[in-house]
């Protein structure tokens, strides 16, 4: 677990080792012109140099979508490894500020903040890390008993704590400020999804059992899987999604089904080999009749390297109807020389049934540069598009602004029935 730890966020050890010698430094000056016990004083700032380093390091693997996930098995995970460890990070930070500060629901409700603003800043600054509510309340948890066992080592050292109005008051008003201010920016820029099976759900056998089993195939037979958890995707709410770490990678299978979606090694470096092109193609389609034979049936992918000294290549699997329109269905295997499949991404969208298109690609070009003065039209292709949940065939036209050479990433979609302009979406 923990080797897993650091090979997905590289930078814990140096950011907690800045971050601690920081904090501690400061706590202890703190200390010293306040009269407050050193030794404590210094375990509060390392702790909270250990919360921050984390949680906010940034990983190599993991989603960097905006979500937040909810749902109503909070409770469940508190006994799994990822919920424990939760609770054990604010076990140290709650217990050393109550022994400095001796203000227990003060400190509490702190806790209880710097958890939700974590959270909140996990998606927000791109980290790698997804929001979670149940770790949340995994972390309020464990600020929980940090508190409780200050508060009994006070009482057994016939410490006196700070109870009463004063306490009770910083604490409400910390915690009331702090959680509708989070709640407040939560609500205007990060969406939030359902978790029908409970945060982080790992109570049932099947999945565990299921994943696995998919661990192993993918990884080789001693991969151990470390947390799932079963979500639902925000842009399509009935369809379950199971996300899995293990210690040499991560993977994302629709659930019940089992079809994977996306899986990356943890090891991410390239590992030049010696195979040649058409034995990296050949352990490439072979993964691919693996794990993806529906979506690679009459199609022939197409071979690309990843980096200029040949380390490492990427098949890519398109699919075109009979009018040349791109298909949905998406699929990428990235393989090192070295014979390592180092990441698929897959998308299973069957073949829409598309209108034949009217819209010449002329026709197409001089709509999509309407709206751009002195701008002009550059290559344009034909893709299905899903539009209010119908597909569409679309013209994708890559715009050239004045004053550019080439195509700088603006691209105008266009109905290839009606001609009308279509909004960048599905």
Not at 264 to 293: C, E, M
Not at 337 to 357: E, I, N
């Amino acid at each position: 677990m923990i080797e897993a730890i650091f090979s997905s966020a590289p930078a814990l050890l140096p950011v907690f080792a800045v971050l601690g010698l920081a904090f501690g430094t400061a706590a202890l000056r703190q200390a010293r012109a306040r009269q407050w016990p050193q030794a404590a004083a210094v375990l509060w700032g390392l702790s909270l140099a250990g919360e921050v380093a984390a949680t906010l390091t940034p990983t190599t693997t993991g989603s960097s979508g905006r979500t937040c996930s909810i749902g109503s098995g909070v409770w469940a995970t508190a006994t799994t490894q990822q919920g424990l460890m939760n609770i054990a990070l604010f076990v140290p930070l709650a217990f050393s500020a109550t022994l400095v500060l001796r203000r227990p629901l003060t400190v509490l409700a702190a806790c209880t903040v710097l958890s939700a603003v974590t959270e909140l800043c996990q998606t927000l600054l791109g980290t790698g890390r997804s929001c979670d509510g149940a770790d949340f309340v995994d972390n309020a948890l464990g600020a929980l008993i940090g508190t409780v066992a200050a508060v009994v080592w006070l009482w057994l050292r016939r410490r006196k704590v700070l109870f009463g109005l004063r306490d009770g008051f910083h604490g409400l008003t910390t915690a009331g400020v702090g959680l509708v201010a989070v709640t407040t920016v939560v609500l205007l820029y990060v969406p939030l999804h359902h978790d029908a099976a409970g945060f982080g759900s790992n109570s049932s056998a099947d999945e565990t059992e299921m994943p696995q089993r998919i661990a192993s195939r993918l990884f080789g037979p001693d991969t151990l899987l470390q947390t799932t958890r079963l979500t639902a995707t925000p842009d399509n709410p009935p369809q379950q999604v199971l996300e899995a770490v293990t210690d040499r990678g991560q993977f994302r299978i629709e659930w019940p089904t089992g079809r994977l979606l996306i899986s990356a090694s943890a090891n991410s470096q390239i590992d030049p080999g010696p195979l040649t092109r058409d034995q990296v193609l050949k352990v490439g389609t072979d993964f691919a009749a693996t794990w993806f034979s529906e979506l690679t049936q009459a199609v022939t992918p197409t071979l690309t390297s990843t980096d200029s000294a040949g380390g490492a290549y990427m098949l890519t699997y398109r699919r075109y109807n009979a009018d040349n329109v791109l298909m949905p269905m998406r699929l990428d295997i990235t393989v090192s020389t070295s014979g390592r499949v180092m990441a698929s991404s897959a998308r299973w969208d069957a073949d829409p049934q598309l209108p034949h298109p009217t819209v010449t690609a002329d026709t197409a070009k001089q709509q999509a540069i309407s709206t751009h003065t002195g701008s002009r039209a550059d290559t344009t292709f034909l893709l299905a598009k899903k539009i209010q949940g119908q597909w569409r065939p679309c013209w994708a036209v890559n715009i050239v602004k004045p004053g550019e050479s080439q195509a700088s990433g603006t691209v105008e979609f266009i109905d290839a029935v009606t001609g009308q302009f279509v909004a960048n979406q599905g």
